[in-house]
């Protein structure tokens, strides 16, 4: 049978789950995302709880389809990441913020860092030094300005592969943190020889940080383990004044999540500095 909706194509047989079709339909779809046009970044402020102030912003891609209509991350970037077409995408996603951010700056705005989430199968590309190397120069983003989300799962891997491609990164100056930490399933002792700026504890910790006493005192070793570390440290998905309270009393003063911003657009993201600048 041949599915047709759009311009995507999508073959299937008989006695395939919807589940099998829906991924072959967003696989067919996505394979030509790129090229019409159809990704986008928002932007979602991380604010410092001590000034109040916004100290940067993650990048966060989104596909609006003409055929599907909005498809969450959650659910194409792991077809992307199987299909390898994620490296393309990525590379994409990585020029599109250092270009925004670039532009922000271009516009008076207070210099702020972008950060991009990069994906196992990027990370560990042979390129990916060199892409970053060459997409600062492009864009005249100051390195200090971009910030590369890592998560453990690209990682264990290959440890010394990793750390190496890690201090290559260093090298050029950006900022490195680990994404969705504590989510992983490695041992502590690794994150000590990583070069990394900061970690950021995962929303799945903060959610239930207030009602559930085991991910409260995860939450707490993790803040511990960053201070213990030396490295900055940033709580996601957080959504609730109770949840901030608790954070900000282990000593975690960063964060995100929609109690402070939702993900903005472009542009929507620079009228909000510009706002916060006037005051
Ligand atoms: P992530 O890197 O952990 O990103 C944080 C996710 O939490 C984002 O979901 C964000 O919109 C959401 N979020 C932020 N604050 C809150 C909150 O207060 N409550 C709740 N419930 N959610 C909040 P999003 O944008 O749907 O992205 C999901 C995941 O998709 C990301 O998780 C990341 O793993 C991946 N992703 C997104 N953009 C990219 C990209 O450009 N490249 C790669 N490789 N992965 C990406
Ligand atoms: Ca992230
Ligand atoms: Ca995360
Ligand atoms: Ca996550």
């Known amino acids: 049978a041949k599915h047709e909706g759009g311009n995507c194509f999508s073959f299937h047989s008989h006695g395939m789950d919807e589940d099998a079709r829906r991924r072959q339909l967003i696989e067919a779809c996505l394979r030509e995302a790129l090229g019409k046009g159809e990704f986008e970044l928002v932007y979602q402020p991380q604010n410092s709880l001590d000034s109040g102030s916004i100290i940067g912003c993650e990048a966060l891609l989104r596909w609006y389809s003409p055929q599907l209509g909005m498809v969450s991350p959650g659910e194409f970037i792991p077809v992307a990441e199987d299909t390898g077409l994620i490296i393309p995408i990525g590379s994409w996603v990585l020029r599109e913020a250092c270009e925004r951010n670039k532009a922000w700056q271009d516009l008076g705005l207070q210099p702020q860092r972008v950060a991009v989430n990069l994906s196992a199968r990027q990370f560990r590309g042979d390129s990916l030094v060199e892409e970053v190397r060459n997409v600062l120069a492009d864009t005249g983003l100051a390195a200090e300005f971009l910030e590369l989300e890592i998560t453990e799962s690209a990682l264990i891997h290959d440890l010394d592969a990793a750390i190496g491609t890690c201090r290559k990164l260093k090298a050029l100056g950006v900022k490195l943190s680990l994404d969705d930490f504590g989510t992983g399933y490695s041992s502590l002792a690794y994150i000590a020889r990583f070069p990394f700026d900061k970690l950021k ?65 472009a542009d929507d993201y620079a009228r909000l500095l510009a706002s916060r600048e006037r005051l």
Do not use: K, W
């Open 201 to 265: 504890i995962d929303q799945g910790f903060v959610r239930d940080i207030t009602h559930n006493p085991a991910n409260a005192a995860i939450a707490t070793a993790a803040i511990a383990i960053a201070h213990g570390l030396n490295l900055a440290v940033l709580a996601e998905g957080v959504e609730t004044e109770a949840q901030a309270l608790f954070l900000r009393s282990r000593r975690c003063h960063a964060m995100q999540g929609y109690l402070f911003h939702r993900p903005l657009a």
